[in-house]
């Protein structure tokens, strides 16, 4: 069957990659796309938010399953459009969807079901949250509600830090509407680690746990990004902590959305802390892969990705077989000058295809093409470099030996991705 993925980054590149192979999949369409991905997929120029028009092209072209990415589109209800003119898609209703699209939504639906999660308050007026704040101990994290592009959550360490972000969201308005309400929540500290599982209704498969690593610069410092590199498995965090989070934490996240009436189809992302007595709590929860752990798990998936996908569509999920690899992956993100602020473009990059032929896979998150055929930056996270090997240690050398070979003007990595896993 023909497959429409929509999204433009690389968590849309691993995807497409994956389906790619499987013996089921004849073309791959992607809209919008981005240079990279057209290398394996045809790029279509729609928006990800022109959700009658991918519509149109998806009965076209008589594609059999739409994959939708990211997640502003599936918070707008792209796949209840879908559902709508009977195209099968994968991914959750704008119903289910909320669950990331709306933080106090989340923290009220875990607090309802006693699913573990940090203490929180929530509020629509800047004068009560500011009251709020200044009697709370620091650090202490705050939320915009709604969807900020990763980067509406701020951890601050100072009081003065806390009041500006404050002031950011909800009266500066630096992530407009979705600085509404805000979520106030106690700061956890600890180890994070990210679960992706397909989900179909009460039906959870549990995909390999996966590390992000958010802030721009080593040892988890400066502002937050959208991530910076991601690996998987995590040895240092035991199989039995990882077993408790899927039967505390996810399992009953998925029953709680069934009892709501917002059946979730789709990956459910959970982000997850383990703190110090070893009990893991619920961070945040995504409607969708995650960027860039997917560029770490997928590799790892030895089944058939469009398969699972199927399953989920067509409520057979539970009798799937999903197999893992036992092999560790390294994802290094090369970011350009500037981010997660403003950042130039157009920039040409230099040695990709040494980094794919020293054996690494290249996701492209924002390149481009210039007039003359070069590849050059187009984006603030311009590409992601994974390794893989026997071990994390083996993994991560492949990924930074492979990164380190491209370059363009500008460049910013971090230098210590996966390095917890080696301690």
């Not at 404050?166 to 500290?189: A, R």
């Not at 007595?277 to 929860?285: H, L, R, V, Y």
């Not at 403003?342 to 040494?354: A, C, H, M, V």
Request: glycine content about 10%; aromatic content about 8%.
């Amino acid at each position: 069957m023909d497959i429409l993925v929509i999204g433009a980054g690389g968590r849309e590149h691993a995807i497409c990659w994956s389906l790619a192979k499987s013996p089921k999949a004849d073309k791959i369409y992607c809209a919008p796309g981005n240079a990279g991905i057209g290398q394996i997929a045809e790029l279509v120029p729609i928006q990800v938010n022109e959700f009658e028009k991918l519509a149109a092209f998806a009965e076209e072209k008589r594609v059999g399953l739409v994959v939708v990415g990211p997640d502003d589109p599936l918070a707008e209800g792209i796949v209840d459009v879908f559902e709508a003119k009977n195209i099968p898609v994968f991914g959750p209703r704008k119903n289910a969807a909320h669950i990331e699209g709306s933080k106090t939504f989340m923290k009220d639906l875990l607090k309802k079901y006693n699913i573990p999660t940090a203490a929180y308050e929530k509020f629509d007026n800047y004068e009560q949250a500011l009251q709020y704040l200044q009697s709370r101990p620091v650090p202490i994290v705050i939320k915009a509600d709604g969807l900020a592009a990763g980067k509406g959550v701020t951890v601050a360490f100072t009081r003065e830090e806390a009041e500006t972000a404050l002031k950011n969201i909800m009266i500066d308005k630096v992530f407009g509407e979705s600085g509404s309400q805000v979520v106030i929540e106690e700061f956890l500290e600890g180890q994070e680690m990210s679960i992706l599982s397909f989900v179909d209704g009460e039906t959870v498969r549990p995909m390999v746990a996966a590390q992000d690593h958010k802030q721009v610069y080593d040892g988890d410092k400066g502002p937050n990004t959208g991530g910076m590199g991601t690996y998987s498995p995590l040895p240092h965090i035991a199989d039995s902590i990882i077993e408790e989070a899927i039967e505390t934490i996810i399992k009953p996240t998925a029953k709680a959305m069934v009892a709501e009436g917002r059946p979730f189809r789709g990956v459910l992302f959970a982000g997850l802390m383990i703190t110090p007595d070893g009990k893991p709590k619920t961070i945040e929860f995504n409607a969708r892969f995650g960027d860039p752990e997917t560029q770490v798990v997928l590799p790892r998936l030895k089944s058939d990705l469009l398969e699972i996908f199927l399953a989920a569509v067509n409520g057979t999920l539970d009798q799937v077989d999903i197999e893992w690899s036992e092999e560790a992956a390294v994802c290094v993100v090369l970011a350009s000058s500037g981010y997660p602020a403003s950042y130039p473009k157009g920039l040409p990059i230099q040695r990709l295809e040494e980094a794919q032929a020293a054996g690494a896979l290249v996701f492209h998150a924002g390149t481009g093409k210039n007039e003359a055929g070069e590849w050059v930056t187009n984006g603030g996270r311009v590409l992601g470099v994974v390794g893989r090997g026997s071990s994390i240690a083996e993994a991560r050398d492949n990924a930074y030996e492979a990164a380190n070979l491209i370059t363009f003007e500008g460049k910013h990595q971090r230098s210590d991705i996966a390095a917890k896993a080696l301690v």
